[in-house]
């Protein structure tokens, strides 16, 4: 193997289990592919980004991520909305994300919390916010991400190839 640190601009590619201060596995790679992820572009929780970097293939490493640099701080608003609204989407269970758009275009991420005969209990703080996150990390692989993956801001797969039909 090269050299190869993490740094901007690189696929970083990595094993990851993920528990809570509990010492619960909130999830895991295990058993499945590595993930990959775009150094410097937000694709990971900012904690872990941060402790990413100059790391180097082979590193494994464990680091604790308070919800300020994780998945945020519940502060954001929880809402019941009519049924009757969600009638398009199929197989509506408690966990989806869905998103919502504004006037300008952005999507907004919400979580279905509970679904009732009446009404969906939508919540827009994350299910992991103000969790305090517990990861360790194997780095298997670093690579030069090809223009289109910078251009996405995300990686295409394991090794760049993967397109996803944008
Ligand atoms: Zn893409």
């Known amino acids: 193997m090269s050299e190869a640190k993490v740094e901007d601009g690189k696929v970083v590619i990595f094993h990851y289990t993920l528990k809570n201060k509990e010492g619960e596995v909130l999830d895991s790679s295990d058993g499945t592919d590595?993930?990959?992820?775009?150094?410097?572009?937000?694709?990971?929780?900012?904690?872990?980004?941060?402790?990413?970097?100059?790391?180097?293939?082979?590193?494994?490493?464990?680091?604790?991520?308070?919800?300020?640099?994780?998945?945020?701080?519940?502060?954001?608003?929880?809402?019941?909305?009519?049924?009757?609204?969600?009638?398009?989407?199929?197989?509506?269970?408690?966990g989806m994300q869905l998103f919502t758009e504004t006037p300008?275009?952005?999507?907004?991420?919400?979580?279905?919390?509970?679904?009732?005969?009446?009404?969906?209990?939508?919540?827009?703080?994350?299910?992991?916010?103000?969790?305090?996150?517990?990861?360790?990390i194997e780095i298997v692989n670093i690579r030069d991400a090809n223009e289109e993956e910078v251009a996405h801001g995300h990686p295409h797969g394991l090794d760049g190839t993967s397109g996803h039909g944008h």
């Open 34 to 94: 590595p993930m990959p992820y775009l150094h410097g572009y937000n694709n990971i929780v900012p904690g872990l980004e941060e402790e990413m970097q100059g790391r180097k293939v082979g590193d494994s490493f464990e680091v604790e991520v308070v919800p300020e640099k994780g998945y945020g701080v519940r502060d954001k608003p929880v809402t019941n909305l009519p049924r009757a609204q969600f009638a398009e989407i199929p197989d509506l269970q408690p």
């Open 104 to 136: 300008d275009g952005d999507l907004i991420p919400f979580f279905v919390s509970e679904i009732t005969e009446e009404e969906v209990v939508i919540d827009f703080n994350h299910p992991l916010s103000d969790v305090t996150l517990c990861f360790a």
